[in-house]
């Protein structure tokens, strides 16, 4: 065997916020982090396209250099945090096919080419690992990928965006409506100015797709995760929720569901969902995220902390470089979980939870059969009914509030559209999911 | 390099409640645990000292030996779940030495001899790994020892002990006396016939000495735990706590200390603690068990499960199990860290937090300056007083309630022994430690 080696040379592709604190905890912690890794660990090139920007005290000038595929090759380990498909995918691959051991935050990517890259890895018996990429400081892959190796996921469900938890917690806290709590969520720098991909669930969806991935043990295509996003959750929805005792909070789902006489499928979506008031879920406040996973032997388990920023993306950068470089140090090979079997994606019209919806009426007698005659057509069975007081300006009417038992997508949109064709019904009906029983 | 191997033999020592479910998981899931880890898992043999009890439906009868030397000579992996010191140790070592890789469960045990055992897992080049020796299905010691390698931990608090958290919550949301909830625990099967390594605290420090080691990167040894148990905590205290806004509950802490002038030290304690009650700990409810993390770059992180029980402390096992089978596949060797450098137990005089104090006092003009003297000769500075009802008993008297800002252990003691010298101080005083600002 190779004697083990003294030091570790380290390239940073990418050197925004997050790339200039891991070159500041690797100069801060150097000694301790040798200690630990039983090498040095030497920040030997930071490749950027822009070499005459400012990168801050950590970064010495003359590592910086834009020639990115000459610093993959000179490294024996590549921390990748340009964000984006290109180049960082080419980069990660040059490096993962040379047999360099690779860490990398970029969701999308991991998101769009998963199988492509793990198999790179395995190929070259090397470590390609992400904690970064889903929930920020929160360990949750590894703990999905190897503490809960020998259990069955049932479900996950997870707080993973925290620009739109931010938004949602001030809006049930504070009566905001949405805009107001969006904009302030943007001056506190939450939010992006183009806040599309926080507030649109693009980029939840790619956390769920990744979540999916490891935890059902497949490779599920971002392309297939059903998503929708927080813009039309009004202050109305948040008080209708904490009428029946729930908050709403934007989760990323990734379920195993059994098929009768069939392989189980993944229903894997985002989506605006209640939650019981008393839930951990319901507990996670502001800009913070949290992970709720189901799991035959475990039961439930529920991680939780700082899903974004500069300090707390790097702790989950270096946690994935220091066990990945005492792997390079052991001498052996990684192994990074190859896709073991593939799970089919549910169809989403059949996914099945709960629904709460909301029916402005005519408020005489009569109405209330015919609308639970609707209900129970498609087979959506009535778990509760209440009414609302009616919104403004439909003062002939009332609201009819209903929370559905457990059905399929495909029968409550049906529901919904018969609803809408009833004389009696006002407006169009409004529903929104009801989850974590 | 060797072929890997198709199929590694598993042997299991001790088959009580959990070895009995890790024997079902084996059995149960074996084709999907072979697709994640690559290799077959084939349980060879079940050790027990009584050959002749029935170890339950998943267990055939001509593997059970009580041949433990010799079962443990045939396996590939072995898996530990006798508990107790010996022949517990020996066996491990045996194991570890001949270049087994080992899965225990075993706190008591690892607290007190985890060097010893991670040295020879170092020089054999296996692993040796016991996720379930600490809140049980949590995943705390993987991200701790993985995700968090790169990070500085400060802080981390735990609920590591079911029975003394559904003891402690009897008594805050039901009013529930110490002894009639301990009942109750033992009715529910929470607690054992002889609750006093739950209730004294003793399970509570192995899991503490554990979290010291791995957290602060250390063998923090067992003695050098400061223990309190809960059977002293009244439900007076417990009202006293929710006047002040607080929950009691039982923790085990290991926080990492700067001295002046010196290397940090470690504070690793297990006490009652009033905790905010809008703190996630104070949300953790039932025998659940919690661990709450501070590390300089990720924040706080805090995860939440299962602490005990058949199937979710299997589920543990087999994460452990899965992951280094995986390594076995792949044919590198493992790494345990080794503890990298060691850090200094903290004398406990001078270990430092907050205090809710009760002092029973004659009810006349004089005595609150008397009593706010003895804080401030010791240098406790007081952060708030309220004067609560008097004691049953005790009718000329009032109790005065005094949270103080921090302060040493060795102050406070002095404190509490001057007040109880005071001719207007009708009681001993009693005091709480205040954790989790």
Redesign the interface.
Known sequence: MAPSPTALSVALLGCGTVGQ?VAR?LME?AE??A????ARLDLVGVGVRDTSADRGPHVSRDIVTADLEGLVDRADIVVELMGGLEPAGSLILRALRAGKTVVSANKALIAARLEELSTAATES?VQFSY?AAVAG???IL??IR???????ITSIMGIVNGTTNYILDMMTTHGSGFDDALARAQELGYAEADPTADVGGGDAAAKAAILASLGL?TVFPLEAVHTEGITEVTSRDIEAARASGHVIRFLAIAERVAREGGADAASVRVHPTLVPADH?LA?VRGAFNAVYVT????????????GA?G??T??????????AA??V???????T?AA??SIEALPFAESRTRYAVAVVVEDRPGVLEQIARVFSAHGQSIESMSQGRAPEGADAAAELRIITHEGAEGDLHATVQDLASLPSVIRKPTFMRVGAK
Chains 1, 2 share one sequence.
């Open positions: 604190e905890i912690d301790e982090l200690a630990r890794t039983g018996g904690e400081a929160i360990p590894r703990p190897d503490s809960l190796a020998g259990d069955r043990h951990p507990a799991a035959d032997n475990a039961g439930e388990l529920m991680f939780m902390g700082q920023g300090a707390p790097a702790s989950a950068v270096m946690g994935d470089l220091v066990s005492r792997r140090v052991a001498g052996g090979p990684g192994r979980e073991a079997r």
